[in-house]
């Protein structure tokens, strides 16, 4: 019997999971991860933590499993994206923490590149929005503020690598230096439609063509690692989004995953061909296999499960988050309340750094419920305005959206999302899409799953969610939504 093993290396924790041929977990281990927050709007984490608790989680994981490295066919890597860490190629030392990519620091760098003009370069050719989330001003910065870095960047003595490409160095004994598409497509210094490095913004930002890793498919045995007592292939690497989207099996041009976490990340896949957005999106590279590359969009809400956290714990309205559904579903309707939750201001499609919270339409008869309830809604709503933006960007109707995160755990969130969809959503068995992705990228490279196929048949679906809600209630409450959200820009 042989098994997957996924690194999944995120922004709070690193996690192993092992999974079995038919894609259920055989064995789980997790570690937290330091947040360390030099200066306020400044995150790091420390690299070196990031690859011992890889590690050691990857190990707790086969002995739970009391699996030897033999009996793991492959591993498969898939990491919070964006997060840069730049090291020395001789020590294997990193120069400073990794700047990981909620960090603002070079957000004054962008508003400069911005009055140069250079940000319909950025969009056009890398497919993202000129913003400091991104790696390649975090590698600027790196070099320009670490004393001797850009000297020895110059003369090859430097790194650069994203998460994956940190892991598998340290992996490989420092003797692989790759990313995968996915990642590259992350970093704000990779031409998506060229496929290549784009020397015009490397130039831009004094970024040396040499750090830079190699480039290669997300699916494919790019190198060996022998640390767990035997040698196991690296054959899977994906960034945790794009991953998530693979792990829902979403292959074809189309289909479409939401993860409700802290934040709701959607991405839907257009195909071989990249879109680009008019309406307030990201392009991206999807997971790439079989020599195929593969496009999506992304929107991300700033606020979706945090808006729970926020009740339970600023407003004390709940004491869980699974008490929010049974709240909810104790009123019949919103009672006219809404809540946009712009506690940061809002993303995609709005993009307002200065949009504040709101609740709107109370009246004497609202209650606590009806403020929870319009919570949960607040979720679907930005859902809703994601879903329009890709329609009207890839002009392919979205006929069912697959579901994950911790949020989607809440019935009445998902058959809300539905109805004001007006688009059934799909709650899966194994809803550790991320870790799976990455495990099916692996196998799929190993043949130990011969073809997507394989993985279509392995998913199981836990429960579906269709739209009941008629039309003319779906158009008044979306507009109600409509007007809040202006309320709040
Ligand atoms: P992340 O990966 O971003 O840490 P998770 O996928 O673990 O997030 O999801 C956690 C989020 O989901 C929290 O913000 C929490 O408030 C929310 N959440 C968890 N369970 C529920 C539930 N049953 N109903 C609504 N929200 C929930």
């Known amino acids: 019997m042989k098994f997957i093993m996924a690194l999944d290396q995120g922004t709070t924790s690193s996690r192993a999971i092992i999974f079995d041929q ?45 699996l030897p490295a033999a009996s793991i066919a492959a591993i498969g890597i898939t990491n919070q994206r964006e997060t840069t860490v730049i090291w020395d190629r001789a020590t294997g030392k990193p120069i400073h923490n990794a700047i990981v990519w909620q960090c603002r620091r070079t957000a004054s760098c962008c508003d400069k590149l911005r009055e140069e003009g250079f940000e319909p370069i950025i969009k056009s050719k890398t497919g993202l929005k000129l913003d400091a989330y991104f790696s390649a001003t975090k590698v600027n910065w790196l070099l320009e503020n670490i004393p001797g870095a850009k000297e020895k960047a110059e003369k090859g003595e430097l790194l650069f690598g994203t998460i994956d490409t940190w892991l598998i160095w340290k992996l490989t004994k420092g003797k692989t230096h790759v990313t995968d598409h996915t990642n590259a497509s992350r970093t704000m210094l990779y031409n998506i439609h060229t496929c290549e490095w784009d020397s015009e913004i490397l130039a831009k930002l004094w970024i040396p063509k040499c750090i830079l890793p190699t480039v290669v498919e997300s699916c494919g045995h790019v190198a060996d690692t022998d640390i767990f007592g035997g040698s196991i292939p690296i054959a899977g690497i994906a960034g945790d989004q794009q991953a998530a989207l693979f792990g829902q099996a979403c292959f074809g041009p189309g289909q479409a995953k939401n993860t409700y976490g802290t934040g709701c990340f959607m991405l839907m896949n257009t195909g071989t061909q990249p879109v ?55 009123v019949t ?157």
């Open 276 to 330: 680009e957005s008019r309406h307030g999106l990201i392009t991206t590279m999807a997971a790439s296999y079989c020599g195929q590359t593969q496009y999506a969009l992304e929107g991300s809400v700033f606020i979706g499960g945090a808006v729970i956290q926020w009740l339970r714990d600023e407003l004390g309205m709940i004491s869980t988050a699974a008490e929010s559904e049974k709240i909810a579903k104790s």
């Open 22 to 66: 038919n894609g259920k977990i055989v064995s789980v281990a997790q570690k937290e991860l330091t947040q360390i927050y030099p200066n306020p709007g400044w995150v790091e984490h420390n690299a070196d933590e990031i690859y011992t608790t890889q590690a050691v989680v990857a190990h707790e994981a086969l002995i739970s499993a009391k």
């Open 333 to 489: 309707d919103n009672n006219g309340v809404y809540l946009v939750p712009a506690f940061v201001g809002l993303g995609a499609p709005h993009w307002d750094a200065y949009a504040r919270g709101t609740i709107s339409g109370l009246t004497r008869g609202a209650g606590k419920a009806h403020i929870v309830r319009a919570a949960l809604e607040s979720m679907a709503y930005q859902t809703l305005e994601i879903v329009e933006a890709m329609a009207a960007d890839a002009h392919t109707p979205l006929d069912a959206l697959q579901v994950d995160g911790g949020a989607s755990a809440n019935n009445f969130l998902m058959q809300f999302q539905a109805d004001v969809l007006g688009v059934k959503t799909v709650r899966p068995v194994v809803t550790e899409t991320t870790a799976l992705g990455a495990a099916y990228l692996a196998g799929l490279a190993v043949g130990y799953w011969q073809s997507t196929g394989d993985i279509i048949a392995n998913r199981a679906v836990e429960q579906e969610f269709t739209p009941q809600m008629d039309a003319g209630t779906r158009a008044l409450l979306i507009s109600g939504w409509k007007k809040a959200v202006a309320r709040a820009l």
